[in-house]
């Protein structure tokens, strides 16, 4: 059930993303044409901007594919971090853009050309319409990081390109072709802001840190308050996937029968599930003291219960 789920769900957001990118390369090309009869700086960045969006809708599509490719024995969690990956380089992609629409705006800012304002108007007006309905159909499709990177190109392009309607309508009133390069400073410090979040979340999802949102003090905690375990150590905690998380602990219990220690562990596993998303577990159960060496933990006797056989569960789901 839960695979056919993921199917479906990936093949309603490879739909979006291809309709976005015939959608969102017809304005590119619009944008370069208007541009360079407007003499737009403003606009010429947008298309810049919007190519950069072509390129993340582009990759985020690949990667929606690849993350649906099954798991192999080379690839054992398949490809899940393929739109972790496309992700990084989608943001990385943004910080690029953005300091080459600084060098363009510093250059015009030097020598102001004149520019047709209303022409920046009535493209400005369509890319809003076109970005806004591109962004609502990216959010309503899913919410990990791939596609809120594809999200995040396609909202900065619609507050973008609105603050190029104000400036249209600046310049029409005031006469000053400078307002032009300064909205381009304006999209390039928007493009720049927007792309942190997503390059901070990505590279810790790649060094295996800690999921955004769960606290590693709180999931220790609530496992310690399980009937019967008397201790947690050697807990970790990752993600796969940017929503799709790990986790691996040893758990220490009072001496009891086998059957009885897999309701522990059936109960840990959904206290884990329904409490913080964590569907992958491997617990390792044990009645004797553990040792650290070489970050590998080895069991040793117990002095005060004696050495025990110790057993390892791994549940993914």
């Known amino acids: 059930m839960h695979a056919h789920g993921a199917d479906r769900h990936s093949h309603g957001t490879g739909r979006v993303l291809r309709i976005s990118l015939a959608v969102t390369m017809l304005y ?51 490809y899940r971090r393929a739109g972790v990956l496309a992700a990084l380089v989608n943001a990385l992609s943004l910080v690029l853009v953005s300091f080459l629409i600084f060098y363009e705006a510093f250059q015009r800012l030097q020598h102001p050309a004149h520019v047709r304002a209303g022409v920046m108007i009535w493209v400005a007006a369509a890319g809003v319409v076109m970005n806004g309905a591109i962004a609502l159909l990216l959010w309503r499709s899913g919410r990990d990081v791939n596609v809120r990177s594809a999200l995040l190109h396609e909202v900065g392009d619609t507050l973008s390109t609105a603050a190029v309607i104000v400036g249209g309508f600046a310049i029409l009133w005031t006469g000053q072709y400078w307002i032009d390069a300064a909205l381009s400073c304006g999209i390039g410090a928007l493009i720049l802001w927007s792309s942190f979040g997503i390059v901070r979340e990505t590279l810790n999802i790649l060094l295996e840190g800690t999921p955004r949102g769960i606290s590693l003090e709180a999931v220790e905690s609530a496992m310690r308050k399980i009937a019967g375990v008397s201790d947690v150590h050697d807990l970790h905690l990752w993600s796969i996937g940017s929503e799709n998380h790990a986790l691996s602990a040893h758990v220490k219990i009072v001496d009891m029968a086998t059957s009885e220690s897999d309701t522990i562990l059936r109960e840990i596993n959904e206290k884990l599930g329904r409490g913080f998303g964590i569907h992958h577990t491997t617990i390792q159960l044990e009645h004797v003291v553990c040792e650290t060496a070489d970050n590998c933990a080895i069991a040793v006797r117990d002095e005060e219960h004696g050495e025990h056989d110790h057993s390892e569960h791994d549940h993914p789901h």
Request: hydrophobic share 55%; no cysteine; glycine share 8%.
């Open 28 to 78: 590119v090309v619009l944008l370069v044409v208007a541009g360079i009869r407007a003499h737009s700086l403003a606009l010429l960045s947008e298309a810049g901007h919007n190519l950069s969006d072509f390129l993340a809708l582009l990759l985020s599509l690949v990667a929606v594919f690849l993350e649906g490719r099954p798991p192999s024995a080379t690839k054992t969690y398949g």
